[in-house]
Structure formats: structure tokens, C-alpha cells
């Protein structure tokens, strides 16, 4: 049975990373087919629109997406694709693992954290935002809401168990913002009950960022909420040698969109110089969702032996001397070999 998903090529890099990570799935005999959907500058171009109707109705029929790297258009107050198809599928799940790679600039071996955050409520809203009419006082708020926690601590719980992970750490504020992370925390408490096999920890932000640049082989699964979750990953990433090997999931009930957390980067577009390592692991994150476990691995492995064996075909930004097709010939290889 063949499975099929929607491909967002993406702007800038974008069409150069997924060519190389579509070459490396059918090398591995994924069998999957592919419906190419426009987005991006692409879809503005030809239909005036950042995410034509038609490829948000193909996304919910496959109801899995892998995304290259949008480009947002600056001024003419576009907003983010990236937020549109979160708040359209209710992508409430994002999923950041930070995993170390052999030869990166990374400050730490064997680092394997994966945060779990809330993506669709907290200080992430449109509404409630204010500023005065004479510009000196400006008003965000926060949402927090029960059910809204209680789905993303569950499903981090849920994930540890399937995954054998040993650990969850609730990031929070309680102690300042004591109503919305108060809930938040109240709500980890009370789920970290139903899996005693789990060890519950809870942590303040600002210490966690502190203990996970001091010690970060103390953290398994990292639940927390919109804002922390976004700067958390990020520092979580930098751990690891940075967004050329940072995957992203955004999951809800109805559809899940995989895709690498960096950019379309202008800078380099074209020049066939683009690390698609991100967008690879994210379509081993894909594989692993619709059950492909094992393929899944085969790429983090074809990954950890190309960096360690083949430094001349790897990209610039991991120090080699490649090119993004001569990556990419050498992971076809060892996935063929
Ligand atoms: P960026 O992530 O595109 O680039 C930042 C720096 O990292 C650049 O120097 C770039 O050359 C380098 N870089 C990024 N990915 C790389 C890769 N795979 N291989 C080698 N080098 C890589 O961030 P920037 O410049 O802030 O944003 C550019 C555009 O991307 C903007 O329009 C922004 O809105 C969009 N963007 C889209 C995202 C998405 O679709 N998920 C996420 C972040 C930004
Ligand atoms: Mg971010």
C-alpha cells in the first residue's frame, strides 16, 4: 500500500533541500507518493495568495505534510504561513528534538532532548494586543486554558511511554505569571499522576535555560507552554550545532506538518550550497508518525555516517566541502548500499 502525502516545495532553499530529501525517501523504498501543493511566494505569485484553498484542502486529505521554508513577505502585513496553517489544522503539538550529531560545532555529545510545545494558545494570540493612542503603553495577553494544557502535557506523556523516554520537566513562571502558567503547572501535576512510571519534574524557565546550558544531559522531554517552548527549542537546537539539524513536527488530531525549523534563506538560495539535513530528520519524524519506524532510523543513521566518513561531501555550514547534491549523492548511496 502506498501512502500519500502533500509536499510544500518551499521558497528560497526550499526546492533544493526537498529534492534532496525526496531523493533520499525513495532511495530508502518509502514508497510514498508525493501531491505538490503551492504555498509560499510561489502561490502569491500566481494566485494572490500566501495559501491558496486548494492546497490547505489537499494537506487535509492527506493529512500529512512535509514543508520546505516559507518566506514571509515584509510589510503589506502578511501574516505568517506558518501561523495560518496552525491556527487552520489546530496543530497544537510541536515537536523540537535537539539530538547530537557527530562533527557539528556542538558543545556536548550524546544531547537528546526533545520539547513538546504548546503551539496554539498562550502569548501567541492576535487578539488582545493594544497599543496606546499616544504610543507610550502597549498591552499583550496571554491565554491559558485547561483543555488546551491538559492535550499537550498528555500527549508528552503519551510520547515518553511509547518511546521509553524516562523523564518529563514542565517548564513554567508560576511564580510571577501565577495564573496562566499557575494553570499550566497545576494541570502538568495532575496528569504527571496517571504515569507514575514517568519521572515528573517541574522547573522555572529561567533556571531551565541556565541547567540546560550547564547540564543538559539532566533533560529527556521538555512540556511547556507557546512562548518558553519556541525559546527553549531554539536554545535546545543551538545545543546540538544549530538549525542546520533542527526538525520540527506540528501535530494536532486531523493533520501534522513536518518541516525544518530554519528559513528559506535568501542568502544562499540557488547556489546548491543548503545543509538539508532539518528537512531530512523531519521526514524521518514523518516516517516515524505514519509508522515507518525503521526507515526512519535508516536516515539518522545514513546522517551520522555521511557527517562522520564523507566531510567532502557535506555542506559548508557542518565544515565540509560538499555541495547539497554531493550530500545528498552520499546519502542515497548509503541508503542503497
Ligand atoms: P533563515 O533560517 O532562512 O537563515 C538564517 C541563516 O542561516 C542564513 O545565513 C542562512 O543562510 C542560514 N541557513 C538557514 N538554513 C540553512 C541551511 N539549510 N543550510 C545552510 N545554511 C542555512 O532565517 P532568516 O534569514 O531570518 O529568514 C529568511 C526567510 O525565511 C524569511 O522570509 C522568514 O520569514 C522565513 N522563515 C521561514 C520559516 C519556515 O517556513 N518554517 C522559519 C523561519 C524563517
Ligand atoms: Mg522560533
Redesign the pocket.
Known sequence: MSNTIAVIK????GPE?MDATLRVLDALGCNLDYEFVEA?LVAFEQHGTLIPAASLETIARHRVAL????????GGGFS???VQLRRHFDLYANLRPAISFPGTRSRYDNVDILTVRENTEGAYLSEGQSLSEDGQTALASIRTTRKGSERIIRYAFELARSKGRKKVTAVHKANIIKTSSGLFLDVAREVAQEYPEIEFEEMIVDNACMQLVMNPHQFDVIVTTNLFGDIISDLCAGLVGG??LAP?ANIGSDAAIF??????????AGKN???????LLAAADMLDYLDMAEKASRIRIAIRAVLESSRDRV???MGGSGTTDSFADALVAYCRG
Open positions: 518551499g521558497d528560497g532553499i533541500i509560499g514543508k520546505g521554508p516559507l518566506t514571509t513577505p515584509i505568517s504561513i506558518n538549525l542546520g520540527g518541516e525544518a525549523v530554519h528559513g528559506s534563506a535568501p542568502d544562499i550550497v543548503a545543509n538539508p539535513c532539518a528537512l555542506t559548508p555550514d
